[in-house]
């Protein structure tokens, strides 16, 4: 059954910790991408990759890094560097960026304290 | 500036009570326009694209319209497990991003 899978599904972290969320997808689908959703705001782009080996930042990236060595897989470090990390982290992927509808995993919720 | 609005934030419906959650849009160029469900805890589920004015989808209890300036999903006789977060996202022709709306949160009441 096709579909993305985020783990874990919560995280706590202390405070200054590196932290990576891992994203695997086996839709087959070129286009992966990073949101971050806070209560009362909508989904906020973080980073994205059209293609392995490639990826762009969204609108806000600072505080992230990612990777994309693989087709399936595009995980997410939050950093010590990103002041607010406290949030639901949603990957997606599409068969391409444009006109083409995204697929959710089901989240992660990190937790900073 | 691109943006998408939603509305009503919150609608609460008894069972069987049909109504529609409206999504304006203003961007250059439309290329695309996306509705979504989202249950809590959980991440958004695709439900309908949308490409040009005059298009419809549905599914279900659910029909999706579009116009030049908004896009209406339509409830027909919902039940409880229609309640959700339904999110609207568009796609214009000088952003390849996606803007979201900021949702609707329904409510059915048996």
């Known amino acids: 059954d096709g579909g993305i899978t985020q783990s874990p599904k919560y995280l706590f972290r202390k405070e200054g910790q590196n932290v990576t969320l891992s994203c695997e997808q086996n839709?087959?689908?070129?286009?992966m991408y990073w949101y971050r959703q806070d209560p009362g705001q909508g989904l906020r782009l973080i980073y994205y990759s059209q293609i392995v080996n490639d990826f762009q930042k969204g609108d806000i990236a600072e505080g992230y890094s990612v990777s994309r060595e693989k087709k399936e897989s595009f995980p997410l470090t939050v950093t010590s560097a990103q002041k607010n990390p406290t949030a639901f982290y949603l990957c997606?992927?599409?068969?391409?960026?444009?006109?083409?509808?995204?697929?959710f995993g089901n989240g992660t919720r990190l937790t900073v304290t | 500036e691109d943006q998408v609005t939603q509305s009503p934030e919150a609608l609460r419906l008894q069972e069987g009570e049909s109504s529609s959650l409206n999504c304006s849009y203003t961007?250059?160029?439309?290329?695309?326009l996306f509705w979504y469900r989202q249950d809590p805890g959980k991440g958004p589920e695709f439900l309908f694209t949308?490409?040009?004015?005059?298009e419809e989808k549905e599914k279900e209890r659910l029909k999706a319209t579009l116009t030049k300036k908004e896009s209406f999903l339509h409830i027909t006789a919902p039940k409880p497990e229609d309640s959700a977060t339904y999110l609207c996202a568009v796609q214009g022709g000088n952003n390849r991003k996606l803007i979201w709306g900021l949702g609707t949160s329904l409510a059915v009441n048996p």
């Open positions: 961007v250059s160029g439309l290329r695309g």
């Open positions: 949308l490409y040009s004015a005059g």
């Open positions: 997606a992927s599409s068969y391409r960026v444009e006109n083409s509808p995204l697929h």
């Open positions: 839709l087959n689908h070129d286009a």
